[in-house]
C-alpha cells in the first residue's frame, strides 16, 4: 500500500496570490501521479497528470513537478475560478489512490 | 463533447439494493475502459470497481467485492453498478468516469459524470 500525504489540508489565499500544493508517497512512484480539481457540487477534473503535464485546455497557471516521493502543484496567479479542493493521485499501482485533499479558500 | 450522466441513486435501508446506469455520449464507448468512483460525505476519493471494453474483465475494491457488480452495455453506452447488501458506510456521490491510460498499465480518469448520491440509512 502507498501512503500520500497531501498538504496543507486547507489553504487561505487571495486572488492573485501564488498557490503550492504538496504530495509526498511513502515510496518511490516514478512520475505516476496526476492532480484533479473539484468544485463544490462537482466532479473532479483533471488537470495534470504524469506530475507536470498539463492536460488539454487547463491554463498555464497551473503547473505540476516532482517524481519519485514528493509532489508539488503551483498555482501562479490565483483566480476567482480556482477556489476549490484539489487532490493528487499515485497512478503508479493498482488502483490508483488519492490523497486527502487540499481545500483552497478565500484569504 | 465527452458527457457522463450517472442515474439511480437514493435513499435505501441497509442490507437493500440499487442499480446505478451511466449514460455515455461524445466518445467510442465501447473503446474504453470505465470506472466508479465514490466519494463519502465530506470524504475523499475511493475507486470501486472498472470494468474491460467487451466486459470481460471487472476489478472491485475489496470492501464491495462480492456485493457489488459492475457491468456495461455497449449497445446503449451505458455503465451500470448493481449494489447489493448495502451498508451505512456505502453512502456516497458515485461517479462514473472514464479510465485514460497516459502510461501502458498505468490508469487515471479523464472524464467524470456529475455523480449521483446513494443514502445507505434506516
Known amino acids: 500500500v502507498i501512503w500520500m500525504t497531501q498538504s496543507p489540508s486547507l489553504l487561505s489565499a487571495s486572488t492573485g496570490d501564488r498557490v503550492i500544493i504538496s504530495c509526498r508517497m511513502s515510496?518511490?512512484?516514478?512520475?505516476?501521479l496526476a492532480w484533479y480539481q473539484q468544485k463544490p457540487g462537482k466532479a473532479p477534473e483533471l488537470l495534470i497528470y504524469?506530475?507536470?503535464t498539463l492536460q488539454s485546455g487547463v491554463p498555464s497557471r497551473f503547473s505540476g513537478s516532482g517524481s519519485g516521493t514528493d509532489f508539488t502543484l503551483t498555482i501562479s496567479c490565483l483566480q476567482s475560478e480556482d477556489f476549490a479542493t484539489y487532490y493528487c493521485?499515485?497512478?503508479?499501482?493498482?488502483?490508483?489512490?488519492f490523497g486527502q485533499g487540499t481545500k483552497v479558500e478565500i484569504k | 463533447e465527452v458527457q457522463l450522466v450517472e442515474s439511480g441513486g437514493g435513499l435505501v435501508q441497509p442490507g437493500g439494493s440499487l442499480r446505478l446506469s451511466c449514460a455515455a455520449s461524445?466518445?467510442?464507448?465501447?473503446?474504453?475502459?470505465m470506472s466508479w468512483v465514490r466519494q463519502a460525505p465530506g470524504k475523499g476519493l475511493e475507486w470501486v470497481a472498472n470494468?474491460?471494453?467487451?466486459?470481460?474483465?471487472?476489478y472491485y475494491v475489496d470492501s464491495v467485492k462480492g456485493r457489488f457488480t459492475i457491468s456495461r452495455d455497449n449497445a446503449k453506452n451505458s455503465l451500470y453498478l448493481q449494489m447489493n447488501s448495502l451498508r451505512a458506510e456505502d453512502t456516497a456521490v458515485y461517479y462514473c468516469?472514464?479510465?485514460?491510460?497516459?502510461?501502458?498499465?498505468?490508469?487515471?480518469?479523464?472524464?467524470w459524470g456529475q455523480g449521483t448520491l446513494v443514502t445507505v440509512s434506516s
Open positions: 493521485q499515485q497512478y503508479y499501482s493498482f488502483p490508483g489512490t
Open positions: 461524445g466518445f467510442t464507448f465501447s473503446s474504453y475502459w
Open positions: 515510496q518511490g512512484i516514478s512520475s505516476y
Open positions: 468516469a472514464r479510465d485514460w491510460y497516459p502510461s501502458l498499465g498505468h490508469m487515471i480518469w479523464d472524464y
Open positions: 470494468i474491460k471494453q467487451d466486459g470481460s474483465e471487472k
Open positions: 504524469a506530475a507536470s
